[in-house]
């Protein structure tokens, strides 16, 4: 979790198959940010996973939103490499209202794919955490796809649900670190 | 002779046949959400209130005797 200053950053390659959804992703993370500032401004967004946890415990029934970013580890484009912006309701579901990628990375043509994927794992966890049993969404004509397969092939059309079930899966994705090997002894 | 170089992954990781699979259709079905209709740019998030114009001072006193 954290703030919009890095995805403010993103600027379309120069090369990219589809310009249309470079300049999505872009307009997309601007949108999420102007969300992330309103809720900032009324002290209704968590800025930490412990913060949410205090806010939604100090209150229960309250509407916190919160933004989960996605980090390059090394070299890469930009630090930022995908946004969702989430909202924590009333009754303790998650609502996605904005999952975008950088321009770079949501190029057909080539580029690491499945930014997304684990941008919704992410979701997932963070959904465990909180005791979120739904976390759900609104689709788009070029995603719902997308969000058909991650649900195991359950028709989407403008809109989508993920149960406990389909959360607990995605999590079981999250990759497996290694253990470090014992030292060995001189 | 010179030992080739490895690479050796930050993080090892288990990739299932799902996560493969996930990629691929992510690669053609982008993931990208979010509604363009609320909160747009540029826009105010509500109409700005008209200006009330302020009494004098004098007028003010008048009216709380």
């Given at each position: 979790m954290g703030d919009d200053a890095e995805m403010k950053k993103w600027k379309a390659p120069?090369?990219?198959?589809?310009p249309d959804m470079a300049t999505d992703s872009i307009e997309l993370a601007r949108l999420a940010g102007k969300r992330w500032r309103y809720y900032l401004k009324r002290n209704e967004?968590?800025?930490?996973m412990d913060e949410l946890l205090v806010k939604t415990g100090a209150n229960p029934k309250s509407e916190i939103g919160f933004i989960i970013i996605a980090k390059a580890i090394?070299?890469?484009?930009?630090?930022?490499l995908g946004v969702a912006w989430c909202r924590r309701t009333w009754c303790n579901h998650l609502v996605l209202d904005f999952l975008t990628v950088h321009p770079a990375l949501n190029d057909p043509a080539g580029g690491y794919k499945g930014m997304g994927f684990g941008m919704f794992i992410g979701i997932a966890v963070v959904a465990e955490k909180l005791g979120c049993h739904l976390v759900w969404g609104e689709a788009t004509e070029t995603s719902c796809t997308f969000y058909q397969k991650l649900l195991g092939g359950t028709p989407v059309m403008d809109h989508f649900f993920f149960g406990s079930e389909a959360l607990a899966a995605l999590r079981q994705q999250l990759p497996l670190r290694s253990k470090p090997e014992p030292k060995s002894k001189p | 002779m010179k030992k080739a170089d490895t690479f050796e992954p930050l993080i090892q990781t288990h990739i299932s046949d799902w996560m493969r699979e996930m990629w691929e259709v992510e690669a053609q079905h982008p993931p990208m959400i979010g509604s363009r209709?609320?909160?747009?740019?540029?826009?105010?998030l509500s109409p700005a209130k008209p200006k009330r114009a302020r009494a004098k001072a004098g007028k003010r006193a008048a009216a709380k005797a």
């Open positions: 120069r090369k990219h198959s589809r967004a968590a800025t930490s090394g070299e890469s484009v930009s630090s930022t | 209709l609320k909160f747009a740019l540029g826009l105010p």
